[in-house]
């Protein structure tokens, strides 16, 4: 009888394919023989495991097989009846291969066929192999892959450097909307948020803090004789002095012409702040040279304590803290005055 | 227009020219932010005044402004290692270009590159026509697909050219493509990023 012509085909496709050939479309196929040991493998596996001697090798010297079946010793029965397997290279655990299997002969009477390709770890083995695109067939989409995560980080560090852009230009932005220009301390803005947080924090155990409200006398004065120049210097000056004089938690705001305010955190003892109070008016008082010219100005002060309130709120303090610089104005400038407790407590005026 | 293209743009004027003329284009279209964000869209006319401004800074034709670019973009190590992975010598760098936009939104899905496709004329002669809604894509892809030549070591003559029905097109003589070494080129990146 005549072999039916599909299978002389078969065979004559199965006569063609040599190790040359097959190495040509899978470059990293692997034959094992019944016995497990390496018949024939592609060019880039050989890569891959060399050098030494890699023909006739058994299998478990260079390979480990990930999820093994229980109880099933050597490659061959570890194998039987599966489609994908998984691997790992001894020589490079973190390395893994997947690939496909496929009996060679009836009953893998000559072997197992594996077709191997890198997962996840494509990168990393391109580079501790030193791969190059021949390594790979063309239908593999390892070229594409890298390809991609190449573009991919690209693009993520040009995003990442526009968010750090982005981010500087907001907090410079934000700054300087809250930024008095002439002084460089904080602007009415800014005092305004800093007090609504702080007693927003008071509701919820924050701590307790101080308002002192701070208005220079004669400062007009110095204007008038030494001009606008010398006005600005002096204001300067004075922003840096209450700066110096307060701790780096608190704020220093310029809040009107000639008028700061001081948001003292954790002040709560009344002879301290007193004494504050007077060491700022000491120091604002020092005679301030312009060019030739000398001048002297002071300062009146005013302090509103957030612990005097059962629930204190933001207007009720600036204006206790308005009224006690009234009453440091109106005892003769110079000084500072303390909104007092009993005065707080019954919602008066001082 | 993505902002890549316009910071392309940028980058080659200060690169080749300096920043002062960089200064003088971006006056001239009235662009007063410090430069172009490379992932923000801007305005398609803005690119248009980009060039002519550069155009009549540099007092250079456009088509071969468009062409510096073209190499200038292929210089740049980042792009050029993309687009060697396009193949393993010229010829095949050649028969990718019909993927490149594929590629390049595969990226960047809104990145505005133009349709490429070549056409093997002669075993050594090839025409690829460059179809776009922008003009000036045939004159930029003249100016990389000759520096990549270079980067392949491929001996070639590449020049500008139209198709019969009036499309973008260059016109590739492919003499060897394997002529020099060329530059390196390795599948990893090199540690520590691309710059």
Known sequence: MTVPCAC????????????????????????????????????????????GRLLGARFEQHFRLRCARAGRSGVASALDGRRRISLSLRARPEITLRGSVADVGMGASDGLLLNLSFGIHLAEAVREFGLTETDFAPSDLAMELLYLQEAKATVLNELRALTVRLEDARRSALSEAQTDPLTGVANRRAFDLALERLIRGLGR????????????????????????????????????????ETRRSDLVARVGGDEFV???????????????????????????????????????????????????????????????????????????????????AEGMRA | MHGLINKSIQAFLRANYGQRLWLQVAERVGFESEGFEAMLRYDD????????????????????????????????????RLLRFGGEDYWEFLQSLDELQGR???TLPDLELPELTLRTERADRFLLIVRSTINGWGAVMTGLLRAMADDYGALAMIEQADTADGQEAVQVVLLEATFNEGRRFELARPVGGVR
Request: hydrophobic content about 45%.
């Open chain 1, 8 to 51: 002389q085909n078969w065979l004559r496709l199965a006569r063609g394919l040599g190790p040359d050939a097959l190495g040509q479309l899978m470059p990293m196929f692997l034959w094992l023989d019944p016995q497990g040991r390496i018949s024939a493998l592609g060019p880039a596996l050989s890569k891959i495991l060399g050098p």
């Open chain 1, 205 to 244: 155990g924050g701590q307790s803090f101080a308002l002192a409200h701070v208005d220079l006398d004669y400062f007009k004065s110095v204007n008038d004789t030494l001009g606008h120049a010398a006005g600005d210097q002096l204001l300067r000056n004075v922003a840096r002095v209450l700066e110096e």
């Open chain 2, 104 to 106: 390049g939104q595969m």
């Open chain 1, 262 to 344: 001081l948001l003292l955190r954790g002040a709560s003892d009344r002879d301290r702040l007193h004494s504050l109070g007077e060491r700022i008016i000491a120091r604002l008082e020092e005679p301030f040279s312009y060019g030739e010219q000398t001048c002297r100005i002071s300062a009146s002060i005013g302090v509103a304590l957030s612990p005097d309130y059962d629930e204190p709120t933001a207007e009720v303090m600036l204006a206790d803290a308005d009224a006690a610089l009234y009453l440091s104005k109106r005892l003769g400038k110079g000084r500072c005055s303390l909104a007092s407790a009993s005065a707080a």
């Open chain 2, 45 to 80: 006319q803005l690119t248009e005044d980009l060039l002519q401004a550069s155009i009549e800074a540099l007092d250079k034709p456009r088509g071969a402004l468009l062409e510096d670019i073209g190499a200038y973009l292929a210089s740049l190590e980042p792009i050029r």
